[in-house]
């Protein structure tokens, strides 16, 4: 009886460990999440007041006019916020228990009076990353890696994105990348009316998404569908893209702002690879963008990392930042690196097989998982992972 009892508790447990782990991992992306965004905010939480309000009714200047789809996106969540719990969120009756949104337009200077809108721009912003976490842990899932790696890695990923703050921060950013994340899985997968339906979004989202269309050279070796996907973007964004500029030609402001002068002698000078900043709390620096340190260990990771994805990933990372590279030369500003965010999911698969690189010999990433058999035996990666430490024995 007493042993027929602890082979039931036993395998509860063993029913219970890939709900614990996911609920750990999940609380986890929330809480990293939540701390990336109140980086951001503490940041860039005024301008993007400044901005918000011309974003939603489409009055602001060129360019910024053509990202319609976040403003949409908040407008829509802030008129579904009942009128009783914007009234809870905006009581100040009680100095030391003020509701939450008098809290947070404290914290980040926002003005009181429409501060329900901040509430619903921060939870819009912390549902993105983790979201973004969410894809790239399957992305890396779907490359078959060990699941304490996917797991573990997007963390890692969402501590990094602050560097990529410096010049300025939108209500769109977090969204591009959520969406760029999705269609590179949604890629991966030859999953193409998800891809395409992404795609869309993502150009209406930012227009620079239909650099996307450059991803068509994963199909390279196969002419004809190469040639049939990079007419399918073209069908699919080229409207989006022309048809919100001819919408908004009155709108004030340029369509471009060009500074290849400016940049080209930003990116000349010493200084430029030795700033820090302190984004990540006050007075506590980090490497500013194209700094020394951060540019070596991502120079390392890339090219410890590039040789051990799988082609189409090598192809994605290769090409997407030749094909910005431009657009940040001519119209980026200094090291707004931000502007590079369709390539950071690439850059993510990379960085974590040049991270591994570090703890693992076994070459290209998803070597253990080749093998069919391996992987009905093993489906969580767990003897994987036991074989990496010492004095394992299968036996």
Known sequence: MGYRRRVNVSAAIQRARPVARRGFWWLTYFLVASAITHAFMTRWAIMIHEYLGRMMDHSIARPFVYRVLSPEIVKNLIALVPASVGERWLDDSDPQNPGRAVDMATEYGWPVDDSVALVVVVAFFILCLVGIALCWRQTLLELELPRATA?????????????????GGYLYDFPELLLASL???????????????VFALACLNKESAILLGAWSVVLWPERKRFMGHVAMHALIGLPIVIGFRVLFADNPGEAQQINLLHNLGFLASPRTYLRFFDVYAAGVPAPQGLNVISASIFAFLMWAGIRRVPTDVKRIALITPLTILPLFLFFG??????????????FFVVGTAGLRSLYDTDGRLGARGQDPQHREADPEGLLAEAAEEPGYSPR
């Open 151 to 167: 797991d573990a890695a997007p963390v890692i990923g969402l501590a990094l994105l602050p560097l990529s703050f410096m010049k």
């Open 183 to 197: 269609a590179m899985l949604q890629l991966l997968q030859r999953r193409w009316w998800a891809y395409y339906l």
């Open 333 to 346: 500003w200094e090291d707004e690196l931000r502007v590079f965010g369709i390539a950071f999911p690439a």
